[in-house]
């Protein structure tokens, strides 16, 4: 059987123009839904596509989850979810962050679904839905340990008792430390929502997110709603990613220099050359999402973790060299064979080589933040095998 070849579909700068170039592989993206899925059931699942699914671009990434059978879409705002109706008008789409009495005209015409987290949204939605014949539905969030959206456990079974209460269409909450399983107080999360789903019998109920899916007891319930995960990203600290690769950040060389041993490297001068330094310069910095801290010098970060970001070209990695900029990032590549990279030539940031948390890492934060921070100066190519079919 012959591999089929993968459609690329284009967005963003000119490639002859820009500095850098997303890959996103939509192939790898509908692979992590399909493995998250399996190890969801007997629950359901959706998918998370808030932030502009991840940074990844709601207009391509909607499709390809419909057609690998997602129904069920949460996005933080309501702006973002009717974009999320435009490419899959049938679909279910939850919106996360909050509910305002201005909004409600727009989830009459819409479909949405808010996620109510607070006796005064539940009242105010109550008083808006007064003389409907058909009342709009919505979810409930109950905030089992977080301490950020949604009911006390103790506000939820009460609302739960008041038979004259209209009863949402689903029930969520959330993990606080879902990424690390061996937390005492992801067991105290899952019986509180066992406690609220028996409350709240036959309505639909979720808390798996990404890490949550990976636990035992998720299955318990009756849907999944997985984020970073499907985009690569770890979903358990300290383990191995069982995810795909799906964004690949590269950069291309400006210009490659040799500094003298002794010299000084960027802003502040604080990276000294230990010998003669042979360095690329090249076209992306922090003003493109590639995060300030993770310079290989001159941030406060580096008191504490010595190793700042790498790149990979030529089949090697090599560190980042003094401080990230603007627009520009310093690698040394010194190591590598002399002709082996030339001006034009692309780093890779992270991806297949470089992992997404391994980067985030290096900067100090996680893969979720690099992901949102990528910025609109980017030439992007989507690969999709299926596309068309």
Same mark, same amino acid.
């Given at each position: ?6 459609? @690329? ?52 990434? @909607? ?24 490419? !899959? ?5 939850? @919106? ?30 109550? #008083? ?30 009460? %609302?739960?008792?008041?038979?004259? !209460? ?5 029930? @969520? #909450? ?15 999360? %899952? ?25 035992? !007891?998720?299955?318990? %319930?009756?849907?999944?709603?997985? =984020? ?39 802003? $502040? ?24 801290? !993770? ?48 001006? =034009?030539?692309?780093?890779? %940031? ?21 992901? #949102?921070?990528? $910025? ?14």
């Amino acid at each position: 059987m012959i591999a089929r070849k993968p459609q @690329i579909t284009t967005a963003g700068a000119d490639p002859r123009l820009a500095g850098g170039r997303l890959t996103i592989d939509l192939d790898a993206l509908v692979a992590n839904f399909r493995l998250l899925a399996e190890k969801s059931k007997p629950a359901q699942t959706g998918a998370v596509v808030k932030a502009d699914a991840y940074g990844l671009g709601i207009v391509h990434v @909607i499709p390809v989850l419909w057609q690998a059978g997602c129904r069920t879409f949460f996005v933080a705002l309501a702006e973002e979810g009717l974009r999320v109706k435009a490419f !899959a008008p049938d679909a279910r789409v939850f @919106i996360l962050n909050g509910f305002f009495a201005e909004a409600f005209p727009v989830y009459e015409q819409s479909d949405l679904i808010p996620v109510l987290g607070s006796l005064h949204e539940l009242s105010l939605w109550e #008083t808006l839905n007064k003389g409907r014949t058909d009342k709009l539905p919505y979810a409930l969030h109950v905030d089992t340990g977080m301490n950020r959206l949604g009911l006390g456990v103790d506000e939820a079974l009460a %609302f739960a008792a008041d038979e004259q !209460a209209e009863k949402p269409v689903l029930l @969520i #909450t959330h993990l606080a430390t879902g990424d690390d399983p061996a937390h005492a107080l992801n067991q105290r999360q %899952f019986e509180s929502f066992q406690k609220l789903r028996a409350a709240f019998a036959g309505i639909e109920s979720s808390i798996a997110n990404s890490p949550g899916i990976f636990h035992a !007891a998720s299955g318990n %319930f009756d849907l999944s709603r997985p =984020g970073v995960a499907m985009y690569g990203g770890e979903p358990l600290s300290d383990s191995t990613n069982p995810m795909r690769p799906v964004v690949t950040l590269e950069a291309r060389i400006v210009q490659i220099r040799t500094g003298l041993k002794g010299e000084t490297v960027g802003y $502040g001068a604080t990276a000294t050359l230990k010998r003669d330094t042979r360095i690329a310069i090249c076209s992306v910095g922090y003003a493109d999402g590639y995060l300030r801290s !993770a310079s290989g010098s001159g941030v406060p970060l580096r008191n504490a973790v010595p190793g700042g970001g790498e790149g990979f070209v030529a089949g090697k990695k090599v560190p980042v060299i003094g401080r990230v900029t603007m627009d520009l990032t310093s690698f040394d590549i010194t190591d590598l064979a002399e002709n082996a990279v030339k001006p =034009g030539d692309y780093i890779e %940031f992270f991806g297949p080589n470089i992992a997404l948390d391994d980067a985030a890492r290096a900067a100090g934060t996680i893969g979720y933040e690099l992901l #949102t921070s990528l $910025g609109n100066r980017y030439h992007r190519r989507y690969l999709n095998t299926k596309k068309g079919e």
